[in-house]
T-cell receptor, first 116, second 112 residues
Framework: GAVVSQHPSWVICKSGTSVKIECRSLDFQATTMFWYRQFPKQSLMLMATSNEGSKATYEQGVEKDKFLINHASLTLSTLTVTSAHPEDSSFYIC????????????FGDGTRLSIL | GESVGLHLPTLSVQEGDNSIINCAYSNSASDYFIWYKQESGKGPQFIIDIRSNMDKRQGQRVTVLLNKTVKHLSLQIAATQPGDSAVYFCAERLSGTYKYIFGTGTRLKVLA
C-alpha cells in the first residue's frame, strides 16, 4: 500500500529557531501533497497544498512567510516553520496520494513541534 | 452512549457490540468520501472510502453508508474490539480537486 514517511517525529527547540519537516512518499509519486495542523482534541486543519515544481497554495489565515513549503520532487515536500514561537507549537501532519483517480490521501505519522 | 466533550464527541460501546459513527458533510458537490482512524500521537490511517455514485460499501468488519440527500455519512464497525478505540474522522473531497475537508471527529471508546 501507499506509504508516507514524515520526519522528524518530534522536535523541541528554542523560540526563534527555524524547523524543517520532511514528507516523503515512499512507493508512489505525488504531484500534490498536503500539510495539516492539528491541535489537541481537534480535527485536522488544512494549512496548504504543496505542488511539485510550483508555488504552494495556502489556506486563508496561514502565513506563507511563516510556513515555507518546498516541493522539489515528486516524492518530497518540506515544511519549514520559520522563526518559530511558542504559539507555533502543534502537531503537523502531511499527506499525499497517487496522482490518479479516486485514491485516498495517505498520511505521515506527524511531527510534534514544541517551541520553548 | 454518546456524549459531547469539550471538542470531540465520544461514543462508548461494549466490546463485541456494533458501533455506528456518524458524520454530516458540508458540500453537496463532494464526490469522494473517506473514513480515517487516528490513534494518539499518530497520523490518520485509511479505513474505507466511497464514491458519490454509491450508497454503501463494505470492507472487513466495516461498512460505510452514504446518504447524499441529507449529506450524511456513517461508519459501522461490527463486533467492536479494544483495538478499535481511537478517534474517527470523515473526510470529503471537493469535486474537481484533491482537496479534503475533515469532519470534527468522534472518539470511540471500547469498554471491556
Amino acid at each position: 500500500g501507499a506509504v508516507v514517511s514524515q520526519h522528524p517525529s518530534w522536535v523541541i527547540c528554542k523560540s526563534g529557531t527555524s524547523v524543517k519537516i520532511e514528507c516523503r512518499s515512499l512507493d508512489f509519486q505525488a504531484t500534490t501533497m498536503f500539510w495539516y495542523r492539528q491541535f489537541p482534541k481537534q480535527s485536522l486543519m488544512l494549512m496548504a497544498t504543496s505542488n511539485e515544481g510550483s508555488k504552494a497554495t495556502y489556506e486563508q489565515g496561514v502565513e506563507k512567510d511563516k510556513f515555507l513549503i518546498n516541493h522539489a520532487s515528486l516524492t518530497l515536500s518540506t515544511l519549514t516553520v520559520t522563526s518559530a514561537h511558542p504559539e507555533d507549537s502543534s502537531f503537523y501532519i502531511c499527506s499525499a496520494s497517487p496522482d490518479r483517480g479516486y485514491q485516498p490521501q495517505h498520511f505521515g505519522d506527524g511531527t510534534r513541534l514544541s517551541i520553548l | 452512549g454518546e456524549s459531547v466533550g469539550l471538542h470531540l464527541p465520544t461514543l462508548s460501546v461494549q466490546e463485541g457490540d456494533n458501533s455506528i459513527i456518524n458524520c454530516a458533510y458540508s458540500n453537496s458537490a463532494s464526490d469522494y468520501f473517506i473514513w480515517y482512524k487516528q490513534e494518539s500521537g499518530k497520523g490518520p490511517q485509511f479505513i474505507i472510502d466511497i464514491r458519490s455514485n454509491m450508497d454503501k460499501r463494505q470492507g472487513q468488519r466495516v461498512t460505510v453508508l452514504l446518504n447524499k440527500t441529507v449529506k450524511h455519512l456513517s461508519l459501522q464497525i461490527a463486533a467492536t474490539q479494544p483495538g478499535d478505540s481511537a478517534v474517527y474522522f470523515c473526510a470529503e473531497r471537493l469535486s474537481g480537486t484533491y482537496k479534503y475537508i475533515f469532519g470534527t471527529g468522534t472518539r470511540l471508546k471500547v469498554l471491556a
